[in-house]
């Protein structure tokens, strides 16, 4: 690690008077910022605070500004953008930037292999599985390890120059590290937008009145032709390399000519990032696996990706294989469902919930998107309908990323049919006609009926029944809203009066299926407080707040009398959810409801606080990383606090213990550096067993 101190180095360059000296300084300044650049943006493990590092930044700055002779294009001051173009300059590709055939099946991949078998004349080949990032191609080329041209990939053939703005990003290297590099290589990858990135970027743009944009890779693509190499440096831009282009002189000791796989290491030891999902496989069924795996996990990675990539990973075969026209024949993406489609909207319903926000839900022709028939997607409130400029009858774009809700992205306003008009929310509850209203600028308007609403009742008893509520087995959404239909229930307390006779007469419910519901509720009856706290569906009070409550009164009349200022000491308790709580137990009809579920006999154990148990691992600060194979890491991180853990999300002298799972990776590292104690899941399950409770 380059070492360098902030408090002893002279502060601006006037206090120097020898050059040779300030240019060893410049030197070594690029080699710690690019050092500290490198640990934040690529390792996602910064040592040191930003404060520091903007001190050794500004430290650069007064230097160069100084002596201008010193200025390098290297520099780590070049990446904040300034240049404004009139136009992006075309660049020919020196060699043409290469397209992939597509698969969407497991029988194209396995065609994909027996293409290759054949061209290979049944010699065995390992295969490289990697995911396919939803991004722009690129094109990065270094020369004596300085980078000196970034070009889209454009056609294939020609691209643009958008070296000002590719600089801006921090995890390409402006110099690469080490010695062996060839004098000149041309990188080639994907920018990409990180998906957390982007919702900052789309709140901002929301915050600054401007357009949002429709997803990562539109903002990406955005970000990246901006003329402005100022904005393209205020937008969180990444890159994964995934090949080469044009070698010249490669040094002895590189592994260019050898396989795939070596290719992608070797770069990543010359500063570039590589995407830490790359896999070897030894053969085409592993493919799948691999696609399935990724599948999974797809909406829990930090990035979009519309499939994964195989490639024969020995250089040798890949050029026995050859090419068809501008795609290789060693290598296939392997696509996921589509997540976007087109269809029509046929007409928006304004759903009621549970604290009466009215939601307009978008009705849809059937379309077939990400993997599932979609006919329904939210559109939020009035404000999200006027910015996307939806209007009954139009074609729109339908989006479903992962297991979100979909969600209409646009409308395809050449194809809008002709009289349609701007819709707006009504301005009464569809369901009771009472008032909608929108308060203290909330985002949705509500119904003001309350629980005299149907509507607000049926989700009140469905959330009560839910299964992180009080769990009554059998009492699912629909049985809920027939028994309000009739006039069964009116409100939660109702359940408990419920007979078997009444359930029974119900249309499609045997006598079993009574029996069992009515078992159900009586089994309910013995919960825990904050799940019952919960239950009452205070608004804004979820599992984490109620649990909270519980822990801080343990008493439930406690908890019913306390003031709003009180409530807020405790932890995550502000004042609108104080607020909150005071007025739900305000309200006499609430007080009625509770007592009538207390008297039909629902009770709790008293909680015993923290410290008056033996807590094994009372106090004790636990990180949880990598993947657990058993143990939900939720489940697991619940237990341990059970177990009396604070379970933290880095590494720090002050971590006591690391649970590792499968590829843990830096963290361990830093773990094992520190001295930290280490557990696996194996060691983590026995200690579980131990003290179960
Ligand atoms: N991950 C990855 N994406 N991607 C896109 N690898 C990869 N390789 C490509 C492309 C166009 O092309 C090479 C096979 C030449």
């Avoid at 890159?239 to 260019?256: A, K, L, N, R, S």
Wanted: glycine content about 6%; overall charge negative; some cysteine.
């Amino acid at each position: 690690m380059p070492t360098f101190s902030t408090s002893t180095t002279t502060s601006s360059a006037s206090n120097s008077t020898c050059s040779d000296t300030l240019q060893e300084q410049v030197q070594h300044l690029h080699s710690i910022l690019n050092y500290h650049s490198h640990r934040y943006y690529v390792l996602d493990d910064p040592e040191i605070p930003d404060s520091e590092y903007d001190k050794l930044f500004c430290q650069l700055e007064v230097i160069e500004a100084e002596h201008p002779e010193l200025l390098s294009l290297d520099s780590p001051t070049q990446r904040v953008g300034g240049k404004v173009l009139d136009s992006f300059q075309q660049i020919t590709h020196q060699m043409p930037m290469l397209s992939l055939s597509n698969a969407f099946s497991s029988d194209e991949i396995k065609d994909f292999a027996q293409r290759i078998d054949e061209r290979l004349e049944h010699e065995h080949f390992d295969i490289v599985a990697e995911p396919k990032l939803d991004g722009l191609a690129i094109s990065l080329r270094y020369e004596y390890g300085l980078l000196i041209q970034a070009a889209t990939r454009g056609d294939g053939t020609t691209g643009e120059d958008v070296i000002n703005n590719v600089r801006t990003i921090q995890s390409i290297p402006l110099r690469l590290t080490g010695a062996t590099y060839p004098r000149i290589l041309e990188v080639r990858g994907e920018i990409f937008m990180p998906k957390k990135g982007f919702e900052r970027l789309n709140q901002s743009q929301i915050a600054k009145g401007e357009k949002t944009f429709a997803n990562p890779r539109n903002a990406a693509a955005g970000s990246l032709r901006q003329l402005d190499s100022k904005t393209a440096a205020s937008r969180p831009l990444d890159m994964f390399c995934y090949g080469i282009g044009v070698v010249e002189d490669p040094h002895d000791d590189d592994p260019m000519q050898t396989t795939h796989h070596l290719i992608l290491n070797q770069l990543n030891t010359w500063g570039l990032p590589i995407c830490s999902e790359v896999k070897k496989l030894n053969q085409w069924q592993d493919c799948i696996e691999y696609y399935d795996s990724i599948l999974l996990r797809r909406p829990d990675l930090p990035y979009e990706i519309d499939g994964v990539v195989y490639k024969v990973d020995s250089l040798a075969q890949q050029q026995k294989a050859g090419f068809i026209s501008r795609a290789p024949r060693w290598a296939i993406a392997h696509k996921f469902p589509a997540e976007e489609a087109m269809t029509r909207l046929l007409n928006i319903d304004v759903q009621v919930g549970r604290t009466g926000a009215l939601t307009p839900v978008g009705r849809l022709e059937p379309v077939f998107v990400g993997g599932v028939t979609v006919t329904n997607a939210t559109l939020h409130n009035q404000s999200e309908i006027d910015r996307k400029g939806v209007r009954i009858g139009d074609m729109v774009i339908v989006r479903r990323a992962g297991d979100v809700i979909p969600e209409i992205v646009k409308p395809v306003l050449s194809a809008r049919p002709e009289q349609t008009d701007a819709y707006t929310m009504p301005d009464h509850c569809p369901i009771c006609h009472s008032l909608a209203e929108r308060v203290n600028d909330e985002a949705k308007s509500r119904c003001t009926g309350g629980l005299f609403c149907p509507a607000q009742r049926k989700e009140a008893i469905k959330h009560f029944a839910s299964r992180k509520a009080m769990d009554i087995d059998g009492l699912g959404d629909k049985l809920v809203e027939q028994m309000v239909d009739a006039e069964m229930i009116h409100d939660i307390s109702d359940l408990f009066s419920l007979s078997i006779d009444s359930i029974s007469a119900m249309e499609r419910m045997g006598q079993k299926s009574a029996d069992n519901l009515i078992q159900s509720i009586e089994t309910c009856k013995s919960t825990t407080l904050p799940r019952f706290i919960y239950s009452l569906g205070i608004r804004e009070v979820g599992e984490a707040t109620a649990l909270a409550l519980a822990n801080h009164y343990r008493y439930f009349p406690e908890i019913k009398k306390a003031k709003s200022e009180e409530l807020q000491e405790v932890p995550d308790v502000g004042p609108v959810v104080a607020h909150n709580i005071e007025s739900f137990f305000d309200q006499e009809h609430n007080n009625e409801v509770i007592n009538q579920l207390l008297q039909a006999g629902i009770h709790w154990p008293e909680i015993i606080k923290k410290d008056e148990l033996e807590l094994p691992l009372l106090d004790k600060i636990i990180v949880l990383t990598g993947s657990l194979s058993v143990m939900n890491r939720n489940d697991a991180k619940a237990r341990l606090i059970e177990l009396g853990a604070k379970v933290s999300g880095s590494v720090s002298k002050k971590t006591q213990l690391v649970i590792a799972g499968d590829k843990a990776g830096s963290k361990l590292k830093k773990a094992e550096e520190l001295g930290i104690e280490i557990m696996d899941e194996a060691e983590m399950l026995a200690l579980f067993n131990h003290y179960e409770s």
